[in-house]
């Protein structure tokens, strides 16, 4: 098949394109290196450096012989995804080039407009051009299961049927958003269905869970295939903080109370869904919602497996629980429904003792990297615009 990775200098589209050009697909990569901008300015880096695009596809094709063709522009230029479109004419889109965190979009306004103006707009921008160019292309976009927030009922994959004052309906599920980068989500969201109702484009909206993992079968393959794996305040999914700090041997910061809850997954399970998704396309004028995630767990579950995970490794890992940088529910409801991919094939690799006790020593060999500074909170939900003077 023809596949376009956008995103794919990003953690998650590194591994998905080298996925698919193992397969065999006709892949090509879109970034505009915006995320190693992103990182120089808050001052982050991943544990590992990762190197250069263009070397990481040079390095896969002399390891593996498949070719990957790289295209650098930015969503936000119609013209670029236009011709994009009109030369690759691809058969699936897998869309992950957004700024994907929460606090970077919550450090003030300049950087809520950004991520805003960023997502929505290459979205857009994305949508007319399928429209345009290879209207029967399968766009596959990942969207976050924050969009829906904690509702106190049941989260249903992407669709509610509803009996309101006696009549019946089937309506996108009710989305309470927590951070203007969520809130991204939610408006792709909606750009998306209104474009498979009035065009007849395919979709599939992926609303993904926290990420955590490092490895996949073609990251082992050789030196230099890695992915980015971020811990810090901004870009680092919890566990991988926790991670982390219990390798570093600093308490484990837990935000507020602990009990929020997520569905959570590995990384090898992305690729799986993302693979099921363009395998099983959506029909045309579908827009499909799958909720993409394997297990939940509340936050102070994640310390204490880790804690475990540290004593098995000889480590004393502390648990604090610190000031909540966050505006959000610290002990709910959850339960989020998530069997369309399992009735797909997924297969997960769940969060067992081996997987954490394998990602702890992974982390524990790169432990001279880490810069605890980054680690701890230092962008508030409540602080609107002042925030920036406190990075
Ligand atoms: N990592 C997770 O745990 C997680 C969870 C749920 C959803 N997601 C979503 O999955 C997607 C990928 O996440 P990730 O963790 O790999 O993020 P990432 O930041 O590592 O990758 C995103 C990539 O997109 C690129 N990009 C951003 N804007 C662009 C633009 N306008 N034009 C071209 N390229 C652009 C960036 O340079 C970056 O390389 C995001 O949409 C994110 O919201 C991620």
Redesign the pocket.
């Known amino acids: 098949m023809r596949v376009l990775v ?8 590194w591994p998905t394109a080298m996925h698919f050009s193992a397969r065999g697909d006709e892949v090509v990569i ?7 901008q ?1 990182e120089l300015e808050d001052g982050i880096e991943p544990l590992v450096a990762v190197p250069p695009l263009h070397r990481r596809v040079g390095q896969w094709e002399k390891v593996t012989g498949h070719k990957m063709l790289i295209r650098v ?4 230029n119609h013209r670029f995804v236009y011709t994009l479109l009109d030369d690759f004419r691809p058969e699936a889109i897998i ?7 929460a606090p970077y979009s919550m450090q003030g306004r300049e950087k809520a407009v950004y991520t805003q103006t ?2 929505i707009v ?1 979205t857009l921008n994305l949508l007319f051009g399928i429209q345009h160019s290879c209207p029967d292309c399968h766009f596959i976009k ?5 969009e829906y927030g904690t509702p106190n009922i049941d989260i249903e994959e992407g669709w509610l049927d509803v009996e309101h004052n006696g009549r019946k309906d089937r309506v996108l599920f009710p989305k309470k958003a927590g951070s203007f ?1 969520h809130l991204s ?1 939610v408006h792709d969201s909606n750009n998306i269905e209104f474009a498979c109702r009035v065009w007849g484009m395919r979709a599939t909206d992926l609303n ?4 955590y993992g490092i490895e996949t079968e073609q990251t082992e393959l050789a030196p230099g295939l890695h992915t ?1 794996f971020h811990y810090d305040d901004v ?1 680092g ?1 919890v566990l991988n903080r926790f991670l982390v700090q219990a390798a570093i041997g600093v308490p484990l910061t837990v935000y507020g109370a602990g009990g929020q809850t997520r569905g959570y997954l590995n990384l090898r399970d992305t690729l799986q869904c993302v693979e099921l998704a363009v395998d099983h396309p959506s029909e045309r004028g579908e827009f499909r919602v799958f909720n993409q995630f394997t297990e939940q767990f509340s936050v102070n579950q994640l310390a204490e497996m880790i804690k475990a995970a540290g004593s098995r490794a000889g480590l004393g890992v502390q648990v604090n629980h610190i000031e909540n940088p966050r505006v959000e529910q610290e002990k709910h409801y959850y339960n989020a429904k998530h069997s369309k991919l399992a009735d797909l094939g997924l297969e997960p690799h769940l969060l067992t003792e081996q997987a954490m006790d394998r990602m702890l020593a992974v982390v524990r060999r790169h432990a001279e990297n880490v810069n605890p500074k980054a680690i701890l909170p230092r962008v508030r939900w409540l602080a609107g615009d002042k925030t920036e003077e406190a990075l």
Do not use: I
Not at 142 to 146: D, E, F, S, V, W
Not at 208 to 211: A, D, E, I, W, Y
């Open positions: 956008l995103g794919g200098d990003g953690y998650l589209g879109v970034d505009n290196f915006a995320k190693r992103w522009g930015d969503l936000c869309h992950y080039a957004e700024q994907p965190s960023n997502n290459g990942l969207g976050t299961m924050g980068y989500k993904q869970g926290p990420v980015s870009f999914t």
